[in-house]
């Protein structure tokens, strides 16, 4: 079974980027994208999710879509992130955690 977390952390206030609505989409090899898992971040500013990955999936792009124009309401400078990554390993955690403010973001893979 895959995992794919992530940790959103707000970098103006160094609290955790809680209720900020999170799409991964799947990207076929045609380039077809739907919708693969929907939610928001937990009150630590986490996402946590299982799955069950066929080979089919793993060929597949993905990509993490956070909704932060509500979070960052006061400035709206940064309306969307949007991080393109791949799962290969059906047995593997992908954990991408990011650190945000209204106008820039870092995001790296943790293992």
Not at 2 to 7: D, G, K, P, Q, V
Not at 18 to 41: A, Y
Not at 43 to 62: N, P, Q, V
Request: hydrophobic share 35%; proline share 4%; glycine share 4%.
């Amino acid at each position: 079974m895959a995992t794919l977390s992530s940790h959103l952390l707000n970098s103006v206030n160094g609290t955790h980027a809680s209720g900020v609505s999170v799409v991964i989409n799947q990207i076929n090899p045609s380039g077809d994208k739907k919708i693969f898992f929907e939610t928001k971040t937990d009150e630590s500013g986490r996402i946590l999710k299982d799955f069950e990955l066929t080979s089919e999936d793993c060929a597949c792009d993905y990509e993490m879509v956070c909704k932060t124009a509500d979070y960052f309401l006061e400035k709206n400078i940064v309306t969307e992130i949007i991080i393109k990554f791949k799962m290969e390993d059906p047995k593997k955690k992908y954990h991408l955690p990011i650190i945000m403010s209204p106008n820039s973001y870092t995001i790296w893979w943790s293992k």
